[in-house]
């Protein structure tokens, strides 16, 4: 029995060089599909570039459209792990934006108003929140002091929507032409409560009304949160006509309007997409379409896809976003992945094309050099303890270094079988005989019954031999 297997396996060695042609045959059969895609891929990338141009490529901070309450949301995060979920640099431009927002010249040389202006720029939340209620004192119609307590003191949505309710009330009761930045942020966070309490008629309303009212809130980017609410409710004619408007104003780009424009294209295609049939077929125009948008989207945040597909883990978005940063990859994941996640096939092919982007090499160097510059302004947005998103470094696919070093080893183990057939040969007879002894040892020692009949054979044969 010895005898015969060890003449299979010296015989199996002979022509081991058939089996290392076969390994080389399976592989190129098992990389032929991703092979064909990406030739499709990087045709589909050379329209896709000439968006390109278009892109912002300074280092600009944006006020988060998307961005949580406070006391609510943020606080309670940090109440549960213990970390801050905001940096001071975060914080101190929200202070910023809240001085600019919230001033008015009618207001000057009032009490309320210059403890309202201090409580802003203080750092110690408990001192804020003491200011804001000082304020309250001296006006019950104050309306920034029930902005900032709505904002920072209250620890549930609903408690949030009651006190912003009251300060529509107080506002609309002392009401003045030159505050319409007060009005259109009350209402704005309105909607944003009604969104995360599920009344999405209601959020849907709101927004709507606001920028019919007022056209140039556009500037504050209030159409990515009516985009998501209407991608919440599967409205998605609605969100794509909300796409079209927006290239009416030609609005600064953002990974909301690139990613949902690309989602709506991947919807009519993901769920029939097959890599299989794309590489023998070439792709449709549908499907052409959907990868130019998936690589326009991926060439203006090439950080998002690794959120989407889950690759890398996410935090709380910060309240301001760098554009094209990993601060805004966040922010758009945080809100966006259970959309893609509910259009069937949609993560499947992200997952099968965004690094085709990557493998163009005409630009990549200048994307590279561009971004390097984005990591430093994302570093001060978000926590130290987040490991930052770096621009992809291009590398090679695990499937080819793993054939590749396969490939290698088969053929250093030829060679050396080549040069030295006895000493190999030798070596692999003392390795049957010492698993033949081993096997014999371990059937020895076993008190199973069913092997007792085995036994002297065994002994026997090894006896003979």
């Known amino acids: 029995m010895f005898s015969w297997l060890r003449n299979a396996i010296s015989w199996s060695w002979t022509y081991l060089w058939i089996i290392w042609f076969s390994l ?53 995060f940090t109440n549960m792990t213990g970390r801050e979920a905001l940096t001071y640099y975060d914080m101190n431009l929200s202070a910023q934006d809240h001085q600019n927002y919230f001033t008015s010249e009618l207001d000057v040389d009032k009490a309320e108003y210059e403890i309202m202006q201090t409580a802003w720029r203080e750092r110690d939340p408990a001192i804020r929140l003491e200011s804001a209620r000082k ?51 009350i209402r704005r966070r309105l909607a944003m409560c009604a969104r995360r309490l599920g009344k999405l008629t209601e959020a849907v309303k709101l927004m709507r009304d606001l920028i019919k009212e007022f056209p140039t809130s556009y500037m504050t980017n209030i159409h990515e949160n009516l985009i998501e609410v209407l991608l919440e409710m599967q409205a998605y004619n609605d969100a794509q006509t909300v796409l079209a408007r927006l290239d009416e104003f030609s609005l600064p780009k953002s990974a909301t309007i690139v990613y949902t424009s690309a989602l709506l294209k991947v919807r009519y295609v993901a769920e029939r997409f097959s890599p299989d049939v794309a590489a023998k077929r070439g792709l449709t125009p549908a499907e052409l379409s959907a990868v130019e948008a998936i690589h326009k989207a991926v060439e203006f945040n090439p950080h998002v896809p690794k959120y989407l597909l889950e690759m890398k883990s996410f935090i709380l978005p910060p309240e301001h976003v760098l554009k094209r940063g990993d601060s805004e990859a966040i922010s758009y994941a945080f809100w966006h992945l259970e959309h893609w996640r509910r259009v069937e096939g949609a993560l499947d092919l992200l997952r099968c094309t965004w690094e085709g982007s990557m493998l163009s090499t005409d630009a990549f160097a200048v994307d590279q050099a561009i971004f390097q510059h984005f990591g430093s302004v994302d570093r001060e947005l978000l926590p130290a303890w987040h490991e930052l998103s770096t621009y992809p470094k291009k590398e090679l696919p695990f499937a080819i270094l793993f054939a590749a070093g396969l490939c290698s080893g088969l053929l250093i183990l030829l060679i050396v079988l080549h040069q030295y057939p006895k000493a190999l040969s030798n070596f692999a007879n003392a390795l049957l005989q010492i698993n033949a002894n081993n096997l014999l040892h371990y059937l020895v020692r076993s008190k199973r019954s069913k092997w007792s009949p085995g036994l002297a054979l065994l002994k026997k044969a090894q006896l003979l031999h």
């Open 24 to 76: 080389v045959l399976a592989l190129l059969y098992i990389l032929r599909v991703p092979t064909m895609l990406q030739e499709l891929i990087l045709q589909a990338k050379a329209s896709a570039r000439l968006i390109k141009n278009s892109y912002p490529s300074e280092c600009k901070v944006w006020r988060n459209p998307m961005s949580l309450f406070r006391g609510a949301e943020y606080q309670r």
């Open 135 to 185: 304020a309250l004192e001296l006006n019950p119609n104050c309306v920034t002091a029930m902005i900032l307590l709505a904002e920072e003191d209250c620890e549930t949505i609903v408690e949030v929507e009651q006190m912003l309710r009251q300060a529509l009330r107080a506002f609309e009761e002392n009401a003045r032409k030159n505050q319409t930045n007060v009005l259109i942020y």
